[in-house]
């Protein structure tokens, strides 16, 4: 096998009490890239779909976890790769990473699986480094290993597989707005009320019970974040009114998706996951800012080959 | 049936990163108390052994718990509590809430069982609110349900069981020093770092899955509480060589139990807990301080019927 065609999932990292821990993989919407074996040694991107990102391997997110691997082998050939983007840069739903764990994910492929996907992971997060100016890995280790995923630490990585109901599906808002990275980490406090801390543990606990046991009304129960959103949904634009209105149509939850401005929803059925896209819809038809709107069951399968 | 002899254990309350809402039960310590229906009406204390506590039913811990229950039903007889008490009062092992949870568990069987476990707590709040100023349900939940339990809130109750792996056993030793609430409550920050938060709840929610999975690696490597310990370990003597001798000894991980002086160590096997048992106690004998040191399993049955 010396070309692959790979599936790079969308995610949402910071699910509400599990900030900066836990995140989950979406279905239907997520990037396409095709890997390509090479004699000409080195990694070469050799085209781009969709956005306007760097073709200097060095300098693009898929080349530079690309290039961690590459690194890491001893080869005497080289790999293209070949980007057709659909999730769009800034958008809070792993763009970054979508690109950081294709590219990764495809050449672990070509060469036979040398690496486990913790492995991938820490290849992927110095891509990822290079988009978000941190190494995290809240929406690599979702889109690498599917479902929900729990990032214990990160020296070293630890990342925890929590199971997923069979019924859960994701309604995921992006209003057309950028903001700043700088801008929704300057506005996170340096302390918390011990208090909120505890109510914060208990839910993510909770939450993590709840996923489980396939406890719809504890994940509903669960699904609060009483420490950051408070902050950040002020950056974004009618974020109470889109709650209200997922709620009132019958979500098990709603927050921030990464740090925005996409919001996601979480519901029990795709019934409900479509009425709650119709109410979001609703709400921010109004406002006057455009909009994508996704309906996703939870991806428990994570990056994938199509061909 | 019209008398009935019951078990009601020890429990382990702020289990390291499940600060104020996780707790477990234990087996090999706890009080025996004898409920017996009589045609004099109310709530009458007629026996107490092993520490000195008030006969008046109003100013006992079990006294106030089955008053609480005895309010919501309507009989033309009353109830009579005998108490064999063994954990010492302000031991930080759950002694209020053994005893709180004796008398309505034993009511509840000779009423044959009106209420369920979470209104049972609900009455057995009143009476640990007597001992402990607040009302808290950290010991009184694993004490009635055994096993592992988590607190989700107080107000609504809402009482979550986590699965306990077959082989976890506790080594616990209660040095005999008294650690006075307010001073345990007076050193806890009022704001803690976020970071320091979010560290607690990735460990939180990791131990939750370790305890649902079996994984007695991730057990210990989630064991740990970066928030209150630092502050209540110093007001336990040799806390920190109590700890390190337990790890060493091979314990999964060591903390505070409740608020103190007790502190637990959990184990994967009764070997290792036995092991665990001479380490602490080769500690503590050399400080000149008095103490008693428990191997348990985990009780995952709770308060019991004995005869």
Redesign the interface.
């Known amino acids: 096998m010396n070309e692959i065609k790979i599936f790079s999932p969308a995610t949402v990292a910071n699910v509400s009490?599990?900030?900066?821990?836990?995140g989950f993989c979406l279905d239907s919407v997520g990037d396409d890239m095709v890997i390509r074996k090479t004699e000409k040694k080195g990694i070469h991107i050799t085209k781009i779909e969709g956005f306007d990102l760097p073709y200097e391997a060095d300098l693009n997110v898929a080349g530079v976890s690309a290039l961690a691997m590459y690194e890491a082998i001893d080869v005497d050939f080289g790999f293209e790769i070949e980007i057709y983007k659909n999730i769009k840069p800034g958008s809070g739903i792993g763009s970054s990473a979508a690109s950081a764990v294709g590219s990764v994910f495809g050449m672990n492929e070509l060469l036979g699986r040398p690496f486990n996907k913790t492995q991938l992971t820490g290849f992927a997060i110095k891509g990822e480094a290079l988009a978000s100016k941190c190494e995290h890995a809240d929406n690599l280790a979702p889109a690498l290993f599917g479902g929900f995923t729990?990032?214990?630490?990160i020296s070293p990585l630890?990342i925890?597989e929590?199971p997923s109901p069979d019924d859960l599906y994701a309604t995921i808002i992006h209003p057309q707005i950028e903001i700043k990275t700088s801008e929704s980490r300057a506005i996170?406090?340096?302390?918390?009320?011990?208090s909120d801390?505890?109510t914060?543990?208990?839910?993510?606990?909770?939450?993590?019970?709840a996923l489980?046991t396939s406890d719809y009304d504890?994940i509903k129960?669960?699904l609060h974040d009483v420490?950051v959103e408070p902050h950040r949904s002020k950056l974004i634009p009618h974020f109470n009114a889109v709650k209200k209105a997922a709620i009132t149509a019958g979500a098990l939850g709603c927050g921030i998706s990464g740090s925005g401005p996409s919001i996601f929803t979480l519901s029990n059925s795709l019934e409900t996951s479509n009425n709650v896209k119709d109410a979001i819809k609703n709400v921010y038809s109004k406002t006057g800012i455009a909009f994508e709107i996704h309906v996703s069951k939870i991806n428990t399968e994570g990056v994938k080959i199509i061909s």
Do not use: R, T, Y
């Open positions: 009490c599990g900030f900066d821990v836990l729990l990032v214990k630490s630890q925890l929590i996170l406090p340096k302390k918390i009320a011990l801390a505890i914060q543990w208990a839910n993510f606990g909770s939450l993590i019970h489980h504890l129960e669960s420490v």
